[in-house]
């Protein structure tokens, strides 16, 4: 058995207000290290909300890592996990706006990034759809990553399917209403045969989404087996063993945080 604890942050950024998001995740991070989670996952633009750049535009988004994400890493091997971190990027090559997660081990070291391929046109039409579609191996686990849309479809998973991924990790920003998640994260869990495991993220966005209500889940063969959409920032703990991809906990154990504990 391989059990390893992860814990979803299942955030409430306030849109635009990159500091005091910053200071949310840096509290998120230091309770998943009090609780000697393994890895840790943030969903999808935690730091700037999804409507952002109708409030502050795209220029802050900057070459990674920055200052910001290095003292990020430097704590790494005090915290002792692994970190799936959302951070918008600029190119360092082209200057074109990505939509990334990094990975960051234990040791404070980057050891992959994926760029968010399917991008909406509109509400994300800052950030240029990314190309590769490469497995990132974290604590010797091979790991494919979605975000959001890109578990829409099965074209991006397929193709982890062939690279012999272990588990899905897929940082989100997807509310509910009419065109909240029908099914999509359980079947891609069915024919990739592995964990798909979704952080999204809670609170509103400006006049544009409400998104309380919104489900961070575990899907395993084609069934959601935890799920969980606290309406306020809250951490979603639960132990898998990674050797056979099932899930050992029953439910979800919440943790409550903001930026002033």
């Not at 299942?10 to 230091?30: D, M, R, V, W, Y």
């Not at 234990?106 to 991008?119: A, D, M, P, T």
């Not at 592995?194 to 063969?221: F, H, M, Q, Y």
Request: include cysteine.
């Amino acid at each position: 058995m391989n059990k390893i604890k992860i814990s979803l942050l299942h955030l409430a950024p306030i849109t635009g207000q990159l500091e005091s998001n910053k200071a949310l995740l840096l509290q998120s991070l230091k309770l998943c290290a009090q609780m000697k989670s393994d890895w840790v996952i943030s969903p999808e633009l935690w730091v700037c909300g999804y409507s952002f750049e109708r409030m502050i535009g795209s220029d802050w988004i900057t070459h990674q890592p920055d200052t910001w994400m290095q003292e990020l890493c430097s704590n790494m091997p005090t915290w002792n996990f692994n970190l799936f971190l959302s951070m918008p990027e600029k190119d360092n090559s082209t200057n074109q706006l990505h939509n990334t997660v990094f990975v960051i081990n234990r040791e404070g070291s980057i050891i992959g990034n994926y760029r968010k391929i399917k991008v909406l046109p509109q509400s994300e039409g800052w950030s240029s759809p990314g190309e590769e579609i490469k497995s990132i191996s974290v604590d010797r686990i091979p790991v494919g990553i979605l975000i959001c849309a890109d578990a829409y479809r099965p074209q991006i998973s397929n193709e982890y399917h062939k690279q012999g991924v272990k588990a899905l990790i897929c940082p989100s920003a997807w509310g509910p209403g009419d065109c909240a998640p029908n099914g999509e994260w359980e079947q891609r869990s069915l024919e990739v045969d592995v964990p798909l495991i979704v952080c999204n993220r809670t609170g509103k966005d400006l006049d544009v989404v409400d998104w309380r209500g919104s489900d961070s889940i575990v899907a395993e063969k084609g069934e959601r087996i935890l799920s969980a959409a606290p309406d306020d920032s809250t951490i979603l703990t639960f132990e898998i063993d990674m050797d056979s991809g099932s899930v050992l906990s029953k439910e979800f154990s919440y943790t409550s945080v903001n930026a002033t504990n």
